[in-house]
């Protein structure tokens, strides 16, 4: 466990670690917006990371989760963050919306459960995107904070453990299944579009102009958006 790691990539060739803190437990997440970054920290919840100096990066604040925070993303003034109680009764798990106006004194502002266990959020328009483990994608309406409300699912083959966004589409990590296209367009009555088998079980998933990378216990691998803006593969 190694904590945050802060990595200069200004040669990308040879990226140089430069900096590290060390959160009270093992990092599942990490998300930055300014001179922030956000980080789950298991039963730690969410750290709050001042990064202004890369190479002395310090914790100043936190907030707690209700079980181990998973991942977060950012979004305007707020940090979507998942938890869940992996394997343990009673299930626990579901969405927290964080203020993140004052980066210091982060404050929950509203949340929701999910059915699964939520492992992966991604965040687009008035919507949050949730890897619910077996149950899929939920669909999160984030329109108001304080109350947010699922409005919409969509089942997977086996398992969600990841998301991304782009346009239109979520690209979910299936676990052992690949990587599923889903179209977003009418949030919630999401449907599967398309997919594509990886080598191994899928742990990551993100956007780029190159394509879809995909990360996997077979290392990284890169999908193209053959049909540029639309998803499938």
């Not at 922030?36 to 750290?47: I, K, N, R």
């Not at 002395?56 to 940090?79: E, F, H, L, M, R």
């Not at 492992?119 to 939920?138: F, N, P, R, T, W």
């Not at 367009?185 to 190159?210: D, E, F, K, Y």
Request: include cysteine; charge should be negative.
């Amino acid at each position: 466990h190694s904590g945050l790691q802060i990595v200069d990539v200004t040669a990308s060739e040879s990226p140089v670690i430069v900096g590290r803190v060390d959160p009270p437990i093992f990092v599942t997440g990490v998300a930055v917006s300014g001179s922030y970054a956000y980080v789950t920290a298991g039963d730690s919840g969410l750290q709050v990371v001042d990064i202004t100096n890369p190479e002395t990066p310090v914790i100043v604040g936190s907030v707690d989760a209700p079980a181990n925070a998973t991942c977060v993303t950012i979004s305007g003034s707020y940090a979507y963050v998942v938890f869940a109680n992996y394997d343990e009764e009673p299930k626990i798990s579901g969405l927290q919306v964080v203020d993140i106006t004052m980066p210091e004194a982060p404050a929950i502002a509203g949340s929701v459960d999910t059915p699964g266990e939520a492992e992966g959020v991604a965040v687009s328009g008035s919507y949050a995107y949730v890897a619910d483990h077996k149950s899929g994608l939920q669909v999160v309406d984030i329109t108001t904070p304080q109350t947010p409300v699922i409005v919409g699912s969509v089942d997977l083959a086996v398992s969600a453990t990841s998301v991304a966004v782009s346009g239109n589409y979520a690209y979910v990590g299936d676990w052992s299944a690949g990587l599923q296209v889903v179209d977003i367009t009418t949030p919630n009555s999401s449907l599967i579009v398309g997919s594509v088998n990886t080598q191994g079980w899928v742990r990551g998933v993100a956007v780029s102009p190159m394509g879809v990378c995909v990360v996997d216990w077979g290392g990284l691998q890169i999908v193209p958006r053959q049909c540029g803006d639309v998803g499938g593969f």
